[in-house]
């Protein structure tokens, strides 16, 4: 068992009511993300309100509630999709404000999308290098002339997209078409392209959704994974609650485009007002 | 070392083309090829380049440029003043330098422009930049209808409306350039035809090329992984405009007389309809579909009366060849085409 899976089992969740979800162990060190009073309108229709949270370094923050709550909304609000009237985000202590998506990205945010987003005519491989267009550069004219840096950045991409795909056992799939893969081989996919773009805080929007439950099993075995090889929060929307409460340190439940409650998976399951708005009674048996 | 399937695939489609240009040479120094046809080939290798650099726009990047005859038309102009001038004020005789440097100026000037053109508009979303293209070819072509150039000794004289200026006349307004220089040769046209495939398909096979079809196939993901969706619009609009201004020096120099009214509106869609037919985003389409389509008026000039008629059905021939799986298929083996729409082969 690896150090840092022990840690993880050792750590003891410290929820922060005025604040948001961090686990002990990043106590000590920045948040990596900061959202403050964070809000959107959509022609009077206040999609999201006074959305306050700080994620951990490493922390595993899980975003749930009903549909049209505003999850998505909120995702493309912190990757700047959309311009918030109001509020702010901070991301690696920089200010978000103005930045657009591309440089947020930049800043270390990722994101996969509910509605799969692929390129679906390029190869698996491929998918996986424009992830990597910002980590391993060469400039067109080079690429044109095939100078030694284009071979140089061909190798480099090939071999680090193989690596990245070997996470979810998917490097034979490298020369497949994207669009042609099954549905849950595309979202994992989508978070290896994610993920190639070296981010700190990789933001999944219904990662499981289409998934059967081995699959979705699997897929919880290796977000906790990612974690802790990449020493990165992730923040994800699901409505599978196994998979939520299993692998999430904090969750945060949104209702009506605002926070009706934050904490632990335990906290939450046994919170009134969550169990009214989202979860409903518990089964008997 | 083993070669990469798409370095395979390009060294194919190099290979095609200079066999195609050495048949041809071989045709026109033994004396088969009939006069009419020979002065068919250096416009063939004019629009094959043309129609492969609109691929690159339209099939690649995904926005449609309707005004690419401008460029050309800028391309053919200072194409031929640079040529004038670099005899006559530098005393500059060979040919062939003389050749590449006006096809590297009419490169250049057009590219200046598809920059100018590009970077406001290729900021916005939405299909601006046909509309901006589109007033961009008939702008230029009312400019140039009015522009006057002389060579008076080493000065180069502009003006505007005003035909009377020193020296010898270059472009004289409406009635364009005469007395051309006719320093254009066929071998020059398929170097370029070379050189266009050279760029246009090792770019789309690196690292900028990958961003250019990922900002086109999905712009928000690409946006998401750090893609700057402008930037990869802007390299492929000017990378193709470029290739149509040097397409249209050499154009210029291969005719004794060219007018400005030549590159109207009708020529842009000329070359759009190669795309198209040739299949967008399928660059050995494009090549087949420009060099087929030029020649066929001439060639049927002696069926006279049946002429449109048979025009219509090698058209319609030209579409269905393209555009049917199984050619597309056999194309798809023979050039990478990672393009558009492209619902034939499943597996890759
Ligand atoms: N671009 C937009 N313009 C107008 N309204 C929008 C826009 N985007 C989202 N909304 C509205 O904001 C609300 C929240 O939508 P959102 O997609 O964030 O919900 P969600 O919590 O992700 O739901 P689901 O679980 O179904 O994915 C909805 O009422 C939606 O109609
Ligand atoms: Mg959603």
Request: glycine letters at 10%; charged letters at 15%; a positive charge.
């Amino acid at each position: 068992m690896s150090e840092t899976t022990r840690r993880r089992q050792n750590t003891k969740m410290v929820p922060a009511p005025s604040h948001g979800i961090i686990p002990e162990r990043d106590l000590y060190s920045s948040p990596v993300l900061e959202a403050r009073h964070l809000g959107i309108e959509f022609g009077g229709l206040k999609a999201v309100e006074d959305f306050n949270l700080i994620i951990g370094r490493t922390e595993i923050a899980g975003l749930i509630g009903p549909n049209g709550a505003g999850k998505t909304t909120v995702f493309n609000l912190l990757t700047k999709v959309y311009q918030p009237t109001m509020g702010s985000v901070m991301l690696n202590g920089h200010d978000l404000n103005g930045l657009n998506t591309v440089q947020a990205n930049k800043l270390g945010i990722a994101r996969t999308f509910q509605n799969i987003r692929l390129f679906d005519n390029m190869t698996v491989e491929d998918n996986v290098r424009i992830g990597l267009h910002n980590q391993i550069k060469y400039g067109m004219f080079t690429g044109i002339c095939r100078l030694p840096g284009y071979w140089k950045g061909e190798k480099q991409q090939h071999e680090k997209a193989l690596e990245l795909l070997s996470i979810f056992d998917m490097q034979d799939l490298a020369k497949v078409r994207a669009g042609s893969l099954p549905y849950g081989a595309q979202r994992r996919l989508e978070i290896v392209r994610a993920l190639a773009t070296n981010p700190s805080l990789l933001l999944l929007d219904e990662p499981a959704a289409g998934m059967n439950p081995h699959e979705t099993e699997e897929l919880m075995n290796n977000i906790a994974k990612i974690r802790d090889q990449f020493q990165i929060a992730i923040m994800l929307i699901e409505h599978d609650m196994n998979l939520v409460m299993g692998v999430c340190e904090g969750i945060c439940v949104l209702n009506y485009g605002r926070i009706i409650a934050k904490g632990t998976p335990d906290e939450i399951q046994s919170n009134p007002t969550v169990i009214e708005a989202y979860l409903g009674k518990k089964k008997e048996g | 070392m083993k070669l990469k399937k798409s370095t395979v695939n390009n060294l194919i489609s190099f290979g095609i083309v200079i066999i195609a240009f050495i048949i041809c040479q071989t045709m026109i120094s033994t004396g088969v090829m009939k006069r009419s046809l020979r002065g068919q080939m250096i416009p063939i290798c004019v629009y094959i380049v043309m129609a492969v650099s609109l691929n690159l726009v339209v099939g690649i990047s995904g926005e449609l440029s309707l005004g690419h005859a401008g460029f050309m038309s800028i391309g053919v102009f200072s194409g031929i003043i640079a040529s004038a001038w670099l005899k006559g004020a530098l005393g500059l005789e060979n040919e062939l330098i003389r050749l590449i440097l006006s096809m590297i100026v009419g490169g250049a000037f057009a590219g200046v422009f598809g920059a100018l053109i590009g970077i406001p508009v290729l900021r916005l979303r939405g299909d601006y930049l046909a509309i901006v293209t589109l007033a961009f070819g008939e702008i230029i072509r009312n400019v140039l209808n009015c522009l006057y150039f002389s060579l008076d000794g080493r000065h180069l004289h502009v003006s505007f409306n005003n035909p009377s200026i020193p020296g010898t006349i270059l472009v004289n307004g409406p009635n364009g350039a005469k007395d051309v220089d006719k320093i254009a040769t066929f071998p020059v046209g398929f170097v370029l035809i070379l050189f266009t495939l050279f760029v246009v398909l090792n770019l789309i096979n690196s690292r900028s090329g990958r961003a250019i079809m990922a900002a086109r196939d999905n712009r928000i993901a690409a946006e998401a992984m750090g893609i700057n969706v402008t930037k990869y619009k802007m390299m492929a609009f000017v990378t193709a405009a470029v290739l149509a201004g040097m397409a249209g020096a050499l154009y210029g120099m291969s005719m004794a007389t060219v007018t400005a009214a030549k590159f109207k509106f009708d020529t842009s869609i000329l070359v759009l309809v190669f795309v198209v037919l040739g299949g967008i985003g399928n660059i050995w389409g494009s090549i087949i579909a420009a060099a087929l389509l030029t020649v066929l008026p001439e060639l049927l000039r002696a069926f006279a009366d049946y002429r449109m008629l048979i025009y219509a059905i090698v058209l319609i021939l030209v579409m269905l060849i393209t555009n049917n799986p199984t050619m597309r298929a056999l194309f798809t083996k023979l050039v990478p085409r990672r393009g558009a729409g492209q619902k034939g082969g499943e597996a890759l």
